[in-house]
Nanobody, 124 residues
């Protein structure tokens, strides 16, 4: 059983920055990709970013490329998301998944355990 918990987030102004952290605990396996998705009410969950298990490869959704940076610390079973140049359209609940599949085929999806989600709100 794997537990996933997000932290960080909150409120920022457009152009500002926020950071998210996600820690996996339990029967974790560091040899898998971890990542982030986000969702707004009435829309499907959207892929944001993922990182390979060694951290050598990163993947980003088109809407966040060049603004968001994902990283990980396997010793802590933690993945981070640094969000810069935030826009109001980045407002969403952000979810971490400890096992993101499909990144190589450009069809990422959360295969593992989801976190409870954390709110990110960007104001004008």
């Amino acid at each position: 059983q794997v537990q996933v918990k997000e932290s960080g987030g909150g409120l920022a102004q457009a152009g500002g920055s926020l950071s998210l952290s996600c820690t996996a605990s339990g029967r974790t396996d560091s040899s898998i990709a971890m990542g982030w998705f986000r969702q707004v009410p009435g829309k499907e969950r959207e892929f944001v970013a993922a990182i390979s298990w060694r951290g050598l490869r990163t993947y980003y959704g088109e809407s966040v490329k060049g603004r968001f940076t994902i990283s990980r610390d396997n010793a802590k079973n933690t993945v981070y998301l640094q969000m810069n140049s935030l826009k109001p359209e980045d407002t969403a609940v952000y979810y971490c998944n400890h096992d993101v599949a499909g990144v190589e085929s450009h069809a990422p999806y959360g295969f593992g355990t989801w976190g409870q989600g954390i709110q990110v709100t960007v104001s004008l």
